[in-house]
């Protein structure tokens, strides 16, 4: 009876310390090893903290820019995403900032985006949307890939395409 309970105790712990190191592994291991490895790239942005990432800083720059009265321009940006806009400024073009555990990279420089928009070694795929938003939103080019992406987007194309989207003039009916 004794050897059993000295079995099961030293595997609960085993167990406890497995859990542990896989918390710590994709907790702070992976994150900080991400951010040392884009800051070698030249990629800079607000440090990661641990298991909310930089979530308490979005909140506040956003509290602060709802605070103030917006002025009447079209710049809504500052407004809208206070915190990527500080960023930029604080990082520049190109910066690295914290969703939780989740890495998220800003690119602000035309060259790059289209780099990213065009995809065309499947490097970057999208993500996932929540179940609500894809409710929402369907199956449609926002949300499908590969060979169902290819055939909406081969379809829709023709409506963009320049015949199609110059003005045809109206005729008036009249009615009786």
Request: glycine letters at 6%.
């Amino acid at each position: 009876m004794v050897k059993l309970l000295i079995v099961l105790t030293s595997s609960f712990y085993l167990y406890l310390l497995i859990a542990l190191l896989k918390v710590l592994y994709e907790y702070w291991w992976t994150p900080l090893r991400i951010q040392h490895i884009l800051r070698s790239q030249g990629v800079k942005g607000p440090p990661y903290k641990f298991i909310h990432g930089n979530t308490k800083e979005v909140t506040k720059l956003r509290k602060e820019a709802l605070s103030k009265p917006m002025a009447l321009t079209h710049d809504i940006f500052p407004k809208v995403m206070p915190h990527v806009y500080s960023w930029i400024n604080r990082y520049g073009k190109n910066s690295l900032f914290w969703d939780g555990i989740r890495a998220q990279l800003v690119i602000t420089e035309p060259e790059l985006v289209k780099e990213v928009l065009k995809n065309s070694e499947k490097a970057f795929p999208k993500r996932k949307p929540p179940i609500y938003t894809s409710r929402l939103l369907g199956d449609g080019l926002v949300t499908t890939e590969g060979e169902k992406w290819a055939k909406q987007r081969k379809l829709a194309n023709y409506v963009f395409h320049g015949e199609s989207l110059k003005v045809k003039p109206q005729t008036k009916t009249t009615g009786l």
